[in-house]
């Protein structure tokens, strides 16, 4: 069974410090790694995916498969990011299945 | 952004009655996936569809819960009869085999469950 753990449900940080929020998962094949983001008053939307290896809004994750972790990092956190963050996993191939894990919120103070 | 449409987008209703979630997503997706979200369990799918056939439904925690996708344009979620626990919020969420691996969701209902 596949599996995705976010251990901190809460998460805070003053504006300007660096921001990483964690995730680990279980699964015994290659699975594919995402990370959704939901503002305030708005829908959950896709903010990168592993295999991009993208940067977006300054966030950037990098897949550690000898960890089985997938953390989201940003250098230096903006009043913009609070939000709620998930990590999700699909096994890949033709299963378009996500299991997500339950959320970090994040709290960006000024 | 007007992907995924859904109705009602507040729903309160009283133990035992019958509760039907509706979503109408834009065509061009061949997948239509509808997730509950809750404090305590996060966001769970329920089950999936492909080309309006259901998929894995392994995620529909009992047998009060239902769920139709009678064309590609329209899908319902019923729940009867409904109990308190299952008041949260429901996401309906499209995807595409052919466009990329990524998830579209819609704005949720929030159904409670009095």
């Known amino acids: 069974a596949q599996r995705v753990t976010q251990p901190e449900k809460l998460l805070s940080v003053f504006k300007g410090a660096p921001v990483e929020l964690k995730c680990n998962y279980s699964?015994?094949?290659?699975?594919?790694l995402f990370w959704y983001v939901q503002y305030s008053r708005q829908r959950l939307q896709l903010l990168l995916r592993h295999i991009s290896r993208e940067s977006i809004k300054g966030f950037t994750a990098d897949l550690n498969k000898g960890e089985t972790s997938f953390h989201l990092k940003k250098p230096f956190a903006q009043e913009e990011d609070s939000a709620m963050y998930y990590c999700?996993?699909?096994?890949?191939?033709?299963?378009?299945?996500?299991?997500f894990g339950k959320g970090t919120l994040l709290t960006v103070n000024p | 952004d007007a992907g995924v449409i859904q109705s009602p987008r507040h729903e309160v209703t009283e133990m035992g009655q019958e509760v039907t979630l509706r979503c109408k997503p834009i065509s061009g997706h061949d997948y239509l996936f509808w997730y509950r979200q809750t404090m305590m369990r996060g966001l769970e799918l329920l089950i999936y569809f492909n080309n309006n056939v259901p998929i894995d439904d392994s995620g529909m925690p009992e047998d009060r819960f239902s769920a139709k996708m009678p064309n590609a344009s329209f899908s319902t979620l019923k729940i009867q009869p409904s109990e308190p626990r299952d008041s949260a919020v429901y996401f309906c969420?499209?995807?595409?085999?052919?466009?990329?691996?990524?998830?579209?969701f819609g704005p949720g209902t929030r159904l409670t469950v009095l």
């Open positions: 999700a996993l699909r096994s890949g191939g033709s299963n378009y299945k996500l299991t």
């Open positions: 699964y015994s094949g290659s699975p594919e």
């Open positions: 969420a499209i995807g595409s085999g052919t466009k990329g691996d990524e998830q579209f």
